[in-house]
């Protein structure tokens, strides 16, 4: 069965630096989605992407923040300068369509960062 | 955006059944209701989708009432390895973006 695949699984870094968090979505789908979830907090939409562009994004994807789908299978998250707040999972997740009935978000198993 | 109401937790035993109910008293006509179930440190996962009347998969069943302001999903012969936080989403689509609002879930707590 296809999956959204996400490294890494854990990223430690310190503050200020920069991190990009990478996923690779289903093949066939078309958008493309982060979330976050703060320890013990709700999972949070950041970014949903389609034709290679943002269609939507949350107060929380700041200019701190920037995706990028770099080639045909990867799409990534960066965050430029990283804060403690920034602490959390980071959840991608793949649709094959926006149409309602066909937007079936998948998520991938996220990535820890933890910054110190 | 429609919004959710779930119970914030359950308790079940192993082998019953568990029906999680959720309200959603706004849900506009061209709204799915989706079900997802969250593992600790682990992304969320679809477990079903529906519109109306009753959706059934390997793992679950979806029961839709006609006015749609309400869903319940249905575990059947639930065991320890279902606890999990089960979420209730209804989205709207947004010229061409499907964002997912979740609200905090169902802690679904399945004891031996």
């Known amino acids: 069965e296809p999956e959204v695949t996400q490294t890494p699984s854990h990223q430690v870094t310190q503050m200020g630096q920069e991190v990009i968090l990478r996923c690779v979505p289903i093949?066939?789908?078309?958008?493309f989605y982060w979330y976050r979830q703060i320890l013990g907090q709700k999972v949070e939409f950041l970014v949903s992407?389609?034709?290679?562009?943002?269609?939507?994004k949350s107060e929380i994807f700041d200019d701190q923040f920037s995706v990028e789908r770099p080639d045909g299978s990867n799409f990534t998250l960066k965050i430029r300068s990283t804060k403690l707040e920034d602490s959390a999972m980071y959840f991608c997740?793949?649709?094959?369509?926006?149409?309602?009935?066909?937007?079936?978000?998948?998520f991938g198993p996220g990535t820890r960062l933890t910054v110190l | 955006l429609a919004k959710t109401t779930q119970p914030i937790s359950m308790d079940s035993y192993e082998g019953q059944e568990v029906n999680i109910t959720c309200s959603h008293n706004n849900i506009a006509t061209n709204d799915y209701i989706t079900w997802y179930q969250q593992f600790p440190s682990q992304g969320p996962r679809f477990i079903i989708q529906?519109?109306?009347t009753k959706v059934t998969n390997e793992v679950a069943s979806l029961f839709i009432p006609a006015d749609r302001k309400s869903s319940t999903l249905s575990l059947p012969r639930v065991s320890l390895s279902d606890t999990a936080v089960y979420y209730c989403?209804?989205?709207?689509?947004?010229?061409?973006?499907?964002?997912?609002?979740f609200g905090s879930g169902t802690r679904l707590l399945v004891r031996p």
């Open positions: 992407f389609y034709n290679n562009e943002i269609s939507e």
């Open positions: 989403l209804v989205g709207a689509r947004m010229d061409s973006s499907y964002k997912l609002i």
């Open positions: 997740a793949s649709s094959e369509a926006g149409l309602a009935g066909k937007h079936t978000q998948y």
């Open positions: 529906g519109y109306k």
């Open positions: 093949s066939n789908h078309l958008y």
